[in-house]
């Protein structure tokens, strides 16, 4: 498995900017799967989920402002982003969690895209 994340880049605040994350494999449905963020100096956090049946889960700080969303026909995850705020300034990263059989599990990364959120 292999992912692709792109849509990066510097936008004003109240701005919007879409990332997509294209996966290669036959592991992209009925996985969970993510976007997180890294900003400089702290810890990756989460950002938004998708489940293996399609409900979302936000962080609270993002709530209402971000979409996640995937298609299945082009093996992508989207994160649209409206509203953006200085503090959304982060290296995005999209994220494939894998459940096989017998409980095996499985993280897969993408390279990280820099979103830039300039005041």
């Known amino acids: 498995v292999q992912l692709q994340a792109s849509g990066g880049g510097l936008v004003q605040a109240g701005g919007s900017l879409s990332l997509s994350c294209v996966a290669s494999g036959s592991a992209f449905s009925g996985n969970r799967m993510g976007w997180y963020r890294q900003a400089p100096g702290k810890e990756r956090d989460l950002v938004a989920l998708i489940t293996g049946d399609d409900s979302t889960y936000y962080a609270r700080s993002v709530a209402g402002r971000f979409t996640i969303s995937r298609d299945y026909a082009k093996n992508t995850l989207s994160l649209l982003m409206n509203s953006l705020k200085p503090e959304d300034t982060a290296v995005y990263y999209c994220?494939?969690?894998?459940?096989?059989?017998?409980?095996?599990?499985?993280?897969?990364w993408g390279q990280g895209t820099l979103v830039t959120v300039s005041s």
């Open positions: 994220n494939l969690h894998v459940t096989g059989a017998g409980g095996s599990v499985n993280d897969y």
